[in-house]
C-alpha cells in the first residue's frame, strides 16, 4: 500500500466531535444511574418528567446517539481524510456536527414531555426522524467526498468498516422509522434495532480497533486478509440473526432457524477478529504496561477486543431455545445490552478519543493518573453492571420456573438492583473524569511539531499491511 496523504483538515470539527461525545457519555451514564436509584427507591419517579420511564428513554438513547454516534462522527471526519488523502467538506462536516447536537436537545425536550414513538431506540418523533435522515445524508456525503476524490485508492481495513457502517445505519433506521402494526412491526423493529447495534454501533467501534491498535503498538495488524475476511463475514452473518429478541415470540419458525442459525454463526468473524488481533499484540504485550497516553487508549482497545468475543459467545448461548426460555424477559437481557454496548462500542470508542486526541493536539493526557482511575473504574464498574445484572436474571429465571411468587422475586432483585446502581456510579464517575481531562486537553495550547512527528509514525505503520 503507498503511504496515504495525510490531511489536516478535518481537525477541528473531529476534535470537537470527540469533546462534545465525552461529555454527552458523563451526561447520559449519570442519567441512567438516576434512574437505576428508582428502582430501589420508586417514590423518585412521583415527578412525572423525572419517571424512571422518561429517563431510561433518554439515558438509552442518549449514549447510542449521543455519545457513540457524536465519537464515530469525529472518528469519520478524522481518518477518512487522513487514510484516502482526500479533502473533507469542512462547511458540511460542521453543519452536521452542530445538526445532531441540536437533535440530541431537542430528543431529550421531548422524552421529558413524553412525547415518543414508543418503539424501542426508534423513540423519536417523526420530525426528529426526518432530521436523522438529514444529517445522515451530510455525514455520508462528508465522508464520501475525500474517498471517492483521495489519491489513496488501496483502501485500509478501518475504512471498510467506516463506510459499511455508514451505508447500513441508513437503511436500518429507514426500517425502523415506518411502523407496521402487529407481529410484522416486532419483526421489523428488532431487524432495526439489533441491525443498527450490529451494523452502525460496532462495525464502526471494531473499524476504530483497527486503527487504534496498530497506531498506539507501532506495529501493523498481523494480516490485513483476515481483517477482511472477518469484514465480509459481518456483512453476511449479522443482519439474519436480528430477531433473536423474538424467539419467544409467534414469529414463523424457520425465522426463529434462521436467526439461531446466524446467531451462533456470529463466532466466526469474532474468531477471525479476536485472532487478527491477539496476533498482531504478539511480542507486544509488555507495552499495555506502558505509562503514557498510548499505553492507556491501546488497554481500553485490548479490552473492548477481550469483551466483543464474550459478548458474542453470550449471545450466541442465550439464542439457543432451552436457554432463551430461561433468560427471556429477566435482567439477563438488560446486561447483555450493557454488556454489548459498553464492552464492543465504548471501550474502544474510549480509546479513539485518548489516541485521536494525542494525535490532533499533539499533547499527552493531561492528567495520566486520572486516566487510568478512569480505566479502571470503567473495567470494575462494566463487570460489575454486566454480571450483577446476569445473575439476577438467572435468579429469576430459576423463580419463574419454580412458580415462585412475582412479589418476592422483586424482593430478592432488590440486593440486585443496589449493586447494579454501585457499580454504575464507578462508569459515571470514570466518565466524568474522561469529560474533564478532554475538555482540559482541548484548552491547551496544541503542539504542531508533535503532531507532524505522530503522523511520520503512523504513515509507516498503516502503509505497512
Known amino acids: 500500500m503507498a503511504q496515504p496523504m495525510v490531511k489536516t483538515d478535518g481537525r477541528e470539527v473531529a476534535k470537537w466531535c470527540l469533546v462534545a461525545a465525552s461529555v454527552w457519555m458523563a451526561v447520559t451514564m449519570t442519567i441512567g444511574f438516576i434512574a437505576s436509584l428508582q428502582m430501589i427507591f420508586p417514590g423518585l419517579s412521583d415527578i412525572p418528567w423525572l419517571s424512571f420511564t422518561r429517563l431510561r428513554i433518554i439515558h438509552v438513547n442518549g449514549v447510542l446517539f449521543a455519545f457513540l454516534t457524536m465519537a464515530y462522527l469525529g472518528a469519520i471526519y478524522y481518518l477518512v481524510p487522513k487514510l484516502t488523502g482526500g479533502e473533507l467538506p469542512e462547511g458540511v462536516a460542521r453543519a452536521s456536527f452542530w445538526l445532531l447536537n441540536g437533535i440530541v436537545v431537542l430528543a431529550v425536550l421531548s422524552f421529558l414531555a413524553g412525547r415518543t414513538e414508543g418503539r424501542e431506540y426508534a423513540e423519536l418523533p417523526r420530525p426528529l426522524d426526518l432530521l436523522v435522515v438529514v444529517f445522515w445524508v451530510m455525514m455520508t456525503y462528508a465522508a ?16 471498510w468498516f467506516f463506510f459499511q457502517s455508514i451505508i447500513w445505519l441508513g437503511f436500518c433506521y429507514l426500517i425502523g422509522m415506518v411502523p407496521l402494526g402487529g407481529i410484522a412491526d416486532s419483526v421489523a423493529l428488532w431487524a432495526y434495532g439489533h441491525g443498527v447495534l450490529n451494523g452502525w454501533f460496532q462495525t464502526m ?16 495488524i498481523f494480516s490485513h486478509v483476515l481483517s477482511l475476511i472477518h469484514f465480509w463475514a459481518l456483512v453476511v ?28 454463526g456470529m463466532l466466526l468473524p469474532a474468531s477471525v477478529f479476536f485472532t487478527n488481533m491477539f496476533q498482531s499484540l504478539k ?63 465504548a471501550l474502544p470508542t474510549i480509546a479513539l478519543i485518548y489516541a485521536a486526541m494525542r494525535r490532533l493536539t499533539g499533547n499527552e493526557v493531561p492528567n495520566l493518573r486520572l486516566g487510568n482511575w478512569h480505566l479502571w473504574l470503567t473495567i470494575v ?8 445484572l446476569k445473575i439476577a436474571g438467572i435468579v429469576q429465571g430459576i ?55 505522530f503522523e511520520k509514525v503512523e504513515r509507516q505503520v498503516i502503509a505497512l499491511h
Open 144 to 159: 464520501f467526498k475525500p474517498a471517492l476524490t483521495g489519491t489513496e485508492k488501496r483502501w485500509y481495513v478501518t475504512l
Open 205 to 220: 467501534a471494531l473499524g476504530i480497533n483497527y486503527w487504534v491498535i496498530p497506531i498506539t503498538t507501532g506495529r501493523p
Open 237 to 264: 452473518l449479522m443482519f439474519p440473526g436480528s430477531n433473536h429478541h423474538l424467539i419467544q415470540a409467534p414469529i414463523p419458525e424457520w425465522l426463529k432457524f434462521v436467526t439461531i442459525a446466524f446467531s451462533v
Open 283 to 345: 511480542g507486544n504485550w509488555h507495552q499495555l504496561r506502558r505509562f503514557d497516553t498510548d499505553g492507556l487508549a491501546l488497554k481500553f482497545a485490548v479490552a473492548g477486543v477481550i469483551f466483543y468475543l464474550l459478548n458474542c459467545i453470550f449471545a450466541a448461548i442465550q439464542s439457543i431455545r432451552p436457554v432463551n426460555a430461561f433468560i427471556h424477559a429477566t435482567q439477563w437481557v438488560v446486561g447483555h445490552a450493557h454488556m454489548a454496548v459498553i464492552g464492543v462500542s
Open 381 to 388: 464498574g462494566y463487570i460489575g453492571v454486566f454480571a450483577t
Open 399 to 453: 423463580h419463574r420456573a419454580a412458580s415462585i411468587p412475582f412479589e418476592q422475586t422483586m424482593d430478592t432483585m432488590r440486593l440486585f438492583y443496589i449493586a447494579r446502581s454501585f457499580f454504575g456510579l464507578l462508569l459515571v464517575i470514570g466518565a466524568w473524569i474522561c469529560a474533564y481531562l478532554v475538555v482540559k486537553w482541548l484548552v491547551t495550547k496544541p503542539a504542531p511539531e508533535r503532531v507532524a512527528e
